[in-house]
């Protein structure tokens, strides 16, 4: 199955069926959501409270792999167990690329936003092993801030 980079969607697009089922979207969540619809909202977290992400459009985010959706959420994931979804195949959604202005660190997670309401499947569980001791991927936000997101190991518990 062909996979678009991220290069290909670069602007607001409604994709073409043929299209959203050669991108692969990923999304984490601690508990089960199988089957169920994931709302768009705007995140509640250091970036958007204090204007350094964008803080209006609501939106469900994905990523482009589960080590990614891991990096995304900026903290100290070993030990911790994630339920993976991707939209429930046939579904109709909208996807949005945030620009850096948007989602600072999207260039290292490649984040990308569905900006309606979607189902999702669930395609298994994972375990975070530990960090993967790799340097961090450094950024910068806001008036010369910066920080880092660091790669994890994980293993499948459950996988369909």
């Known amino acids: ?20 089922q050669k991108i692969i979207l990923y999304r984490l969540h601690h508990e089960n959501q199988d089957g169920k619809l994931a709302i768009p909202k705007v995140p509640d977290n250091y970036f958007t409270k204090n204007g350094y992400e ?6 469900v985010c994905f990523g482009p792999s589960i080590g990614k959706c891991l990096m995304a959420l900026s903290r100290n994931c070993t030990n ?19 620009t850096l202005n948007e989602v600072p660190d999207s ?4 984040e990308l936003w569905v900006l309606n309401k979607v ?42």
Do not use: C
């Open 1 to 20: 199955m062909a996979i678009f980079t991220m290069d290909f969607i670069n602007e607001y697009t409604k994709l073409k069926s043929s299209d959203k």
């Open 54 to 59: 964008e803080n209006k459009t609501p939106r």
């Open 80 to 98: 911790e167990e994630y339920y993976v979804y991707i939209p429930e195949p046939g579904s109709n959604f909208d996807v949005y690329k945030p």
């Open 107 to 110: 260039g290292i997670t490649g």
């Open 119 to 160: 189902k999702q499947k669930y395609i298994g569980k994972i375990k975070v092993i530990s960090d993967d001791g790799k340097p961090g991927h450094k950024f910068n936000y806001g008036d010369g801030k910066s920080a880092e997101l660091y790669g994890w190991k994980y293993k499948w518990i459950e996988r369909y």
